[in-house]
C-alpha cells in the first residue's frame, strides 16, 4: 500500500505479508557493479528503504532530487534497518538501500542483494532523550539505570540498540530498559507520550524532535558513532536513477541537508 504527498512518501511492505505472496529475493548479476555509470536523465521511478533515524533529511532529500529531475519518481520507506534489511532479503521490491549501520549493509550483500559498493555518507551518535517536564530528573546514562525510571531503548538487533549496548560499556552503566524497539522512532514515541522516562536516540533524532523531548549528552556517545553506508540494489527496474539518487546522496546536495538535520560526516 502506498501513501505519497509533497514532502513525505511511505511505503508500507511488512515482511510478513511479502512472504506471503511468495515474492523471492533478486539474485545479483555478477557484473553489476561494473555497469555503465553514466549520468542518468531522470523520469524513472524508484524506490528508497532508508533507516528510521533518515526520515527529516531523505524526505528532503526526495524533494530535491525530484526538483533536479523532473519526471521522476521517488517513493521512500522508513524503518529499522534490521526490518528493511528483512524486507529486502525476503524479496521486497527495493531500488536504494541506506542503513543506520554497516552490518546490516553487509547481511544485503551477504544475500548478493547490491549493485556495486555501499557508500558512507553519515554518521551520528546517541543521545538520552527525556519528556520536556524531565519529572524523572535525569541528568546523565547512570540515572537513567536508577530503579524505578522507566527507560526505553532499541531492540539489540537495531543499530541504535547495538549502539546503546556499546554506550552503556564504554560508560559503565547496566540499564534495565522497560522495552525495547524496533527502531528509534518507537523509543521516541514512548518518550513524548509519557510512557517513558528516559530513552537512547541518536542527537539527530531529538533535534527532530523539537519541543517533544529534551536531549541529554552522555560524554561516552563520542566514542561509540553510527556510520551510515547507502547503495543501490540489485535488480532494480531502474538502475540509472538509483545510482543517481546515491550520489546525490553522497554529493554537495545531500551532505548539506545531512548537516543541517544533525549528521556528521562520514
Known sequence: MRFRTRGQRLLLLPAALIAALGISACGADETAGSADTTAHSGGGSITVFAAASLKEPFTALADQFEDAHPGT?????????????????????????????????????????????PVTFATNILQLAVPPDNTAGIASLADAARPGVKTVVCAAQVPCGAA??????????????????????????????????????????????????????????????????????????????????????????GRAVLEAAGFGAP
Open 164 to 253: 546503546a549496548a556499546r554506550l552503556q560499556e564504554a560508560a559503565d552503566v547496566d540499564l534495565a530498559p522497560v522495552s525495547e524497539e524496533s527502531s528509534v522512532t518507537d523509543v521516541l514515541g514512548k518518550i513524548s507520550s509519557g510512557e517513558a522516562d528516559a530513552g537512547l536516540v541518536y542527537v539527530t533524532d531529538v533535534r527532530a524532535a523539537g519541543e517533544t523531548v529534551l536531549g541529554i549528552a552522555v560524554p561516552e556517545a563520542a566514542d561509540v558513532v553510527n556510520t551510515y553506508p547507502v547503495a543501490a540494489l540489485a535488480g532494480s527496474q531502474d538502475p540509472g536513477t538509483a545510482r543517481d539518487f546515491v550520489d546525490f546522496v553522497v554529493g554537495d546536495d
Open 73 to 117: 519518481d521517488l517513493t521512500l520507506n522508513f524503518a529499522g534497518s534490521s526490518d528493511l534489511a528483512t524486507q529486502l532479503v525476503e524479496g521486497a521490491p527495493a531500488d536504494v538501500l541506506a542503513s543506520a549501520d554497516e552490518s546490516t549493509m553487509e547481511r544485503v550483500r551477504g544475500a548478493d542483494l547490491l549493485d556495486g559498493e
